[in-house]
């Protein structure tokens, strides 16, 4: 999954483990498999992107010290702007 660019390597396996927490009274046959693979597009090739609006907003409306807003989108490797669930890891923080 080394080239993004390359389409036989953006795809992968996300991989989902379940434990038995206390057993249930009824069968197991209707609880789901411990173990769940789930096909993904490769999340090294999408990134949280953060720009930074260059608005502060004072704290109480006063001057001084504030809050910083960024508007953050998700993107593939070419800068191009995909859906948010395609970064697997959380955005960063939208103030600061």
Not at 31 to 45: G, K, Q, R, S
Not at 57 to 69: K, L, Q, Y
Request: hydrophobic share 25%; proline share 8%; aromatic share 6%.
């Amino acid at each position: 999954h080394e080239d993004c660019k390359d389409p036989q390597g953006k795809k992968g396996f996300r991989q989902r483990r379940r434990e038995v927490l206390w057993e249930s009274s009824g069968t197991l046959e209707t609880c789901p498999h411990l173990m769940e693979f789930i096909p993904c597009e490769d999340p090294a090739c999408y990134l949280w992107q953060v720009q930074q609006e260059g608005r502060c907003i004072p704290i109480n409306g006063s001057c001084g010290s504030g809050t910083a807003v960024h508007n953050i989108t998700c993107v593939n490797t070419e800068g191009e702007v995909v859906a948010s669930t395609q970064c697997v890891d959380d955005p960063p923080p939208t103030e600061e």
